[in-house]
């Protein structure tokens, strides 16, 4: 579902940087097939429990080469990445999909203040 929606509204990410847990890799894997992703699905072993602060910074380190990018990791550093770049608390369950958008120049620059904006966020219950 996640990544048919993706493609219906031209949202497919240019990267996609998964851990390598079995679970989000293999959610990874589905998605980017699923949406037409044409790129290369890259395995972070870093992302495996990584907090919100690693996944901030793991965006950070982004190449400029890409204006998207789709991290697929764990709670509860994904839930707390959210409330960071939000402003709120939102529940991400497992399966969630969050899309941000932001007012940054490169991805080094990328702050949790006004910078970033939640542009959608989908749950698996709410997407059936």
Do not use: C
């Not at 998964?18 to 890799?25: C, E, F, G, W, Y």
């Not at 894997?29 to 992703?37: D, H, L, R, T, W």
């Amino acid at each position: 579902m996640v990544g048919h929606w993706l493609l219906e509204r031209a949202l497919v990410p240019q990267r996609i940087v998964s851990s390598t847990a079995l679970r989000a890799r293999s959610t990874a894997e589905v998605v980017a097939k699923s949406s037409g992703f044409s790129g290369k699905l890259e395995l972070n072993e870093e992302l495996y429990l990584a907090s919100a602060g690693e996944l901030l910074n793991h965006a950070r380190e982004a190449s400029d080469d890409y204006h998207s990018l789709m991290l697929v990791a764990h709670n509860p550093g994904m839930e707390d990445l959210v409330r960071i770049l939000s402003g709120r608390p939102e529940p991400f369950p497992t399966g969630a999909l969050a899309v941000f958008g932001a007012d940054v120049d490169s991805w080094a620059a990328l702050e949790p203040s006004a910078d970033a904006r939640l542009e959608h966020l989908f749950r698996p219950r709410e997407m059936e």
